[in-house]
């Protein structure tokens, strides 16, 4: 079974409106981490935001907050007021940190979704 | 801020060639990665090294060594490039110390093999 779940290959949204990429995650561990990267066509991978499994609040970074919701185990980004410079792709990625070993390291990432900013 | 470096954007090589992709960070972390990207297989870790001269197995290791000789320096060695390894690789480097560990990567490297 995948780990990161993203169902949402490609999203179109209006310049300046917000936009929701939804993300899943499957695990039995108690203590994970999940990220929100960023990808241009540029290729590289850009940090946009952190959640840990204990966090009691969603995370927020500037226009980046994420939709924490740790029963549905999803985690999904919102992008307010979309500007061009969003589009990209979108990865989700976790890390179980409780198992010992070289899987304590190993970030899983989902499949992506392309976000286009429309004018 | 974080700089994760790539020796090269774009290489082309031959079958057979022996190939390096030199990665370079600058920020004192730990852990080191080396990531493959393809398309519609996403990401998918090669090696990764928690340590120097201290390395371990992804998920796609077969036909990749790795050499961590300096914290800074990680090296990802394709013995016997094949046309097979055609692909986008990216670098990462992550600190352990906090509770975050978020991993920075660098500009990737796309490989051609012929």
């Known amino acids: 079974a995948q780990k990161i779940t993203q169902t949402q290959p490609g999203m179109f949204v209006q310049e300046k409106e917000a936009v929701t990429l939804d993300c899943t995650y499957d695990?039995?561990?108690?203590?994970?981490?999940l990220f929100w990267y960023k990808q241009p066509s540029s290729g590289e991978m850009i940090f946009l935001i952190y959640?840990?499994?204990?966090?009691?609040q969603n995370a927020t970074e500037g226009r980046y907050s994420l939709n924490f919701q740790k029963a549905r185990k999803s985690a999904n980004l919102v992008i307010s007021a979309s500007q061009l410079g969003d589009s990209a792709m979108y990865f989700c990625?976790?890390?179980?940190?409780?198992?010992?070993?070289?899987?304590?390291?190993?970030?899983?990432f989902g499949k992506g979704t392309k976000l286009s900013v429309i004018p | 801020d974080v700089k994760v470096t790539q020796s090269s954007r774009y290489l082309v090589k031959r079958t057979g060639e022996k190939v390096f992709l030199e990665c370079v960070q600058d920020?004192?972390?730990?852990?080191m990665f080396w990531y493959r990207q393809d398309p519609g297989l996403g990401l998918r870790l090669i090696y990764f090294?928690?340590?120097?001269?201290?390395?371990e197995k992804g998920d796609i290791p077969e036909g990749y060594s790795v050499s961590r000789e300096k914290k800074e320096r990680f090296s990802l060695i394709l013995e016997s490039a094949s046309t097979n390894q055609t692909s986008m690789y990216l670098c990462?480097?992550?600190?352990?110390?906090?509770?975050?560990?978020?991993?920075?990567f660098g500009p990737g490297t796309r490989l051609t093999v012929t």
């Open positions: 990462a480097s992550s600190l352990e110390a906090r509770n975050r560990y978020e991993q920075y």
């Open positions: 695990t039995s561990d108690p203590s994970y981490g």
């Open positions: 959640q840990g499994s204990y966090d009691q």
């Open positions: 990625a976790m890390r179980e940190v409780s198992y010992s070993g070289a899987g304590s390291y190993q970030l899983t």
């Open positions: 920020m004192d972390h730990e852990n």
């Open positions: 090294s928690y340590d120097v001269k201290m390395k």
